[in-house]
């Protein structure tokens, strides 16, 4: 592995998350697979070291026995394996809280670089907030990440595994008419290319959504699917 220089790249006064992500992954072992690239690539996971890591460290370390009211979310944060997968309940305690720190505190893609800071008290109220917006609409904190964490396009609406400033990210906004949120920045277009001795052996790709911008068309969201599941097409 070979790596430039900061100041060959960019001015950041240190690493994000998929940075820091991505420096963990890669460091795993010398020898990757393209099955591996293609799982690094389409990683989901929040790293647990890292300047936006130690900001949220509070949250992950409010004691359940001194806030009794808010043992369940707790418990919920602090088993999670920090994969924001479709199925957990987690990334949505978390997008809520992040969502109300961030609009308060105008912050914004820095601050996964430079961090911030919140008291354990702005926590506790956050998380609270949190929770009684999950009970009012679902009647319960234990809500699944795809139940508000949407792909939308046309007629198509799917849940996703994603999260802001992953190495598979995705930027949600506020959708009209029900409590979900859609993705309107993250992946792009993704070509994997394999050689061997003989060159070029195998090459897939996939768009997020589709190739078309016209509504009309078959490949306006033709690859949503493949996308979902992470399956690239050849």
């Known amino acids: 592995i070979c790596y430039t220089s900061r100041k060959l790249m960019d001015e950041r006064p240190g690493d994000n998350n998929r940075a820091q992500r991505f420096t963990e992954l890669i460091s795993a072992k010398e020898k990757f697979s393209l099955s591996d690239i293609h799982d690094i690539k389409f990683d989901i996971a929040l790293s647990r070291s890292g300047s936006f890591a130690q900001s949220m460290k509070p949250l992950f370390e409010l004691d359940e026995n001194k806030y009794a009211d808010l043992k369940e979310p707790i418990g919920i944060l ?20 992040i969502r109300t720190i961030f609009d308060k505190y105008h912050l914004d893609d820095a601050n996964f670089v430079l961090g911030f800071k919140v008291s354990e008290d702005e926590w506790v109220s956050t998380l609270r907030s949190a929770c009684d917006t999950l009970r009012n609409n679902f009647g319960t904190v234990k809500v699944q990440w795809g139940n508000v964490n949407r792909l939308v396009r046309g007629n198509k609406d799917f849940p996703l595994s994603s999260f802001p400033d992953v190495l598979s990210p995705s930027y949600p906004k506020k959708m009209d008419g029900r409590f979900a949120f859609k993705a309107v920045h993250g992946d792009t277009y993704t070509m994997f290319a394999a050689f061997g001795k003989n060159g070029l052996e195998q090459l897939s790709a996939l768009q997020p959504l589709g190739n078309s911008l016209n509504a009309g068309s078959p490949h306006y969201n033709d690859q949503m699917e493949l996308f979902i599941h992470r399956q690239m097409r050849s």
């Open 78 to 97: 602090k088993s999670w394996n920090r994969v924001c997968d479709i199925h957990e309940y987690a990334p949505t305690l978390l997008a809520l809280c």
